[in-house]
């Protein structure tokens, strides 16, 4: 099949998505339900406990956030993709003659759009609240290309997760697995120096403090190279690893 | 158009498909029937390149499904038994995304579209979720996407289970219509009614194997043979003329009455007519006015449960 085929096919495939979201714009309130709860709990319930000062909180935690609402993105295109997977509509595009590919092709390139969404809706909410950027347009483009660059590696785990998940219930508790100590065994809420010492050591190679520091030094006028080559690596490496083995997953269940 | 030989499949311990032979010449409709679990859907499946065969070939338009699976799919159109529509789509939305994998231009996407929605009955509610259809319209929706690229061969499985017969009949009139325009449909049901208005041959499936084929005619006519009905005018005078009925068809089976009618199965080897002239004949001598007399072909219903019932026994 010729390349520009498959892209015909996979388009095709992300429109399907563009217009579900379009007649269901409910979904938003799935995307921003988790940041906003977040914000609110941590800025201004702990916000004082953690650092003293809610506002300087702020500055901390936003960029923070903006990552952790791309992971609950990536339960979204997980739980779609599997649901797809199970229903009768796969059976008709598996009987048509389209790229193999396309369909995930199409989550994924359909999907983008809610990512980009969930980090331009969380930095608003946080504009809105007082936070502050200090950095000049490049900067703010090079955190806009790393999120979405990680966006697009959890994306694939996410497609592993749905194209393998045998059920619905199984793709939550997978994700959820994956997400928690992603998140909550991360420096988005609170410094890596304020947690438990046994807890630091996963902190610090944990890919989510290593993206969340990168953008905190880019967004901040305090850029740190060795968090921002770090965290390209880990999102490399994780599509390295992971989108064969979704592909192969995928070609073996379908 | 469709060549099946020696198909087999497995599911772990299960055999779903023992040695399936079917071949469907081009332009015409052939019926699989078969009770539930009987492994018509196995055989649409594999057809429609979703499953692999352990064993046997299978060839739509000469083409091996096994190893030409993306010739085949240029040439097929597939209604699965479950319904394969997105509910979070309109139901032209639906059918548009089939045309933009079909790689149909624009415009020419469009026009089909609205030619199917209006086909199908469904032009008044293309525009709405397909979440809000009912079933029949759904099952409606779900045969206009199999044939949105004009397919050489149509595979439906069970395409009219839970339409009301006002839209059964409309989908088999497409059908027809379909078949006069040169489309080949395998199609699979448990209505014996519709395999007899639809199909030219009728591949009688039970547990993975075809234990009877032929045209509905041949198929009545070989197993159930001719039944003789007999109904008096009087219904005291039944008992005669069950009594009559029984001498000339002869003990066995014979000689049932339902309610005022007495029937009896023509035995294989004699003749029909000169049975009812004989029993005609017996009834007038002993006095008894007839309301309604005839032989007639078993109907599919009673080949179908006598087929499968043998096949219990044996
Ligand atoms: N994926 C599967 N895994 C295990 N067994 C299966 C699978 N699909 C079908 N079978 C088995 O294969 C046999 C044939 O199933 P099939 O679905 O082809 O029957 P069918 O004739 O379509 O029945 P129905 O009229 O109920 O739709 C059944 O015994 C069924 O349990
Ligand atoms: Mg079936």
């Known amino acids: 099949m010729s390349p520009a085929r498959v892209v015909r096919h996979g388009a095709a495939l992300a429109w399907r998505n563009l217009v ?19 914000v609110v709990m941590f800025v201004f319930l702990f916000g004082n406990a953690v650092s003293g000062d809610w506002h300087a909180y702020l500055q901390f935690v936003i960029p923070g956030i903006a990552v952790q609402a791309l992971m ?85 785990i996410a497609t592993l997760i749905g194209v393998a998940a045998r059920s619905a219930e199984t793709v939550q508790a997978l994700s959820l697995v994956l997400i928690f100590p992603l ?41 740190a190279y060795a968090t921002i080559a770090r965290s390209l690596l880990w999102t490399a490496g994780i599509v390295v690893v992971v989108a064969p083995l979704a592909v192969f997953t995928y070609r073996r269940r379908a | 158009m ?31 029937l078969g009770p539930n679990g009987a492994g018509k859907t196995t055989v649409v499946r594999i057809l429609a390149t979703l499953l692999r065969a352990d064993a046997g070939t299978a060839r739509v338009g000469g083409f091996d499904v096994a190893s030409d699976p993306d010739r085949v799919r240029e040439l097929i159109g597939l209604t699965g038994q479950f319904a394969a529509v997105d509910e979070a789509l309109t139901g032209a939305e639906n059918l548009l995304l089939i045309a933009k994998l079909r790689e149909l231009p624009r415009r020419e996407a469009r026009r089909r579209v609205a030619e199917l929605l209006d086909r199908f009955g469904l032009a008044d509610v293309g525009g709405r979720l397909a979440r809000t259809y009912s079933g029949g319209m759904r099952r409606r929706l779900d045969v206009a996407a199999s044939l949105l690229g004009s397919p050489k061969v149509l595979f439906l499985d069970e395409p009219t289970t839970g339409l009301d017969p006002r839209s059964r009949a ?14 080949t449909v395998l199609l699979t049901t448990q209505y014996l009614e519709e395999a007899d208005r639809l199909a030219d041959t009728i591949s009688v499936i039970d547990r993975g194997r075809v234990i009877q084929a032929g045209t509905p005619f041949q198929l009545k006519a070989r197993v159930g043979g001719q039944t003789l009905t007999v109904r008096p005018v009087e219904p005291a005078r039944v008992r005669d003329t069950a009594e009559i ?27 029909a007519a000169a049975m009812l002239a004989e029993v005609a004949a017996e009834l007038r001598r002993a006095g008894i006015s007839v309301g309604e007399i005839g032989v007639r072909l078993a109907s599919l219903d009673e080949v179908f449960l006598a087929l499968t019932a043998k096949e219990l026994v044996a």
Not at chain 1, 20 to 38: G, S
Not at chain 2, 3 to 30: H, M, Q
Not at chain 2, 255 to 261: A, L
Request: hydrophobic share 50%.
């Open chain 1, 183 to 223: 998140t909550f065994g991360s420096n988005i809420f609170v410094p890596t120096g304020k947690l438990p010492g046994w807890l630091q050591a996963w902190v610090k190679i944990n890919p989510v403090t290593q993206l969340s520091d990168a953008i905190r030094g880019l967004l901040l006028g305090t850029p």
């Open chain 1, 72 to 156: 609950f993105v990536s339960l979204g295109t997980a739980l779609s993709l599997n649901t797809d997977i199970r229903n009768g509509i796969y059976d008709r595009f598996r009987s048509m003659p389209i790229a193999r590919s396309a369909p995930l092709i199409g989550h994924i390139l359909g999907d983008s759009v809610k990512y980009v969404l969930a980090i331009v809706l969380v930095f608003a909410l946080g504009l809105v609240l007082g936070f502050r950027i200090d950095a000049e347009a490049p900067a703010i483009a090079a955190a806009a290309g790393l999120m979405l660059a990680f966006a697009f590696a959890i994306c694939w």
């Open chain 2, 245 to 271: 009925v029984k001498r000339i068809a002869g003990a066995g089976p014979s000689g049932d009455t339902h309610g005022d009618v007495v029937s009896a199965v023509v035995p294989a080897g004699s003749d």
């Open chain 2, 170 to 183: 409309d989908v088999w009139a497409l059908i027809r219509g379909l078949v006069a325009d040169g489309t």
């Open chain 1, 20 to 38: 579900k979201f379009r007649h269901t714009p409910d979904q938003l309130l799935d995307i921003m339900l988790m940041p906003v709860t977040f």
């Open chain 2, 2 to 32: 469709i060549e099946v030989d020696g198909l087999v499949k497995r599911f772990s311990k299960t055999v779903a498909l023992d040695g399936i032979e079917l071949a469907v010449p081009a332009g015409s409709v052939c019926a699989l």
